[in-house]
């Protein structure tokens, strides 16, 4: 069982950055792969980033490319994404979640797969 606690988030302008953190507690979080997701309001939730176990592989969506940075600190227990540049339309509430299988490789872009999920952090973009 995996406890995940997003924060971070908030209001910023357009170009500004953000670092959203998911503290996690429970046993074996370094056995978990990690991904963040995002929902707009009216829209379905929809991959953002992910991180193998080691953080030797990460994968992003191709709208957050070169502006987000996905880590994770298996010391701490603590996943990040780091955004900056921000645009209008990043606004969302994001979420961070777990998932052991699949697995990175064949399992990390889609929200099914994923077994324990935070309650979410609304981040706001204004023009």
């Known amino acids: 069982q995996v406890q995940l606690v997003e924060s971070g988030g908030g209001l910023v302008q357009a170009g500004g950055s953000l670092r959203l953190s998911c503290a996690a507690s429970?046993?074996?979080?370094?056995?978990?792969?990690m991904g963040w997701f995002r929902q707009a309001s009216g829209k379905e939730r929809e991959f953002v980033a992910a991180?193998?176990?080691?953080?030797?592989?990460?994968d992003y969506t191709d709208s957050v490319k070169g502006r987000f940075t996905i880590s994770r600190d298996n010391v701490k227990n603590i996943v990040y994404l780091q955004m900056n540049t921000l645009k209008v339309e990043d606004t969302a509430v994001y979420y961070c979640?777990?998932?052991?299988?699949?697995?990175?490789?064949?399992?990390?872009?889609?929200?099914?797969?994923?077994?324990?999920w935070g309650q979410g952090t609304q981040v706001t973009v204004s023009s």
């Open positions: 991180v193998s176990t080691v953080s030797w592989n990460k």
């Open positions: 429970g046993r074996a979080f370094d056995s978990y792969t």
């Open positions: 979640a777990a998932q052991r299988a699949p697995g990175y490789n064949s399992g990390r872009r889609e929200k099914l797969n994923y077994d324990y």
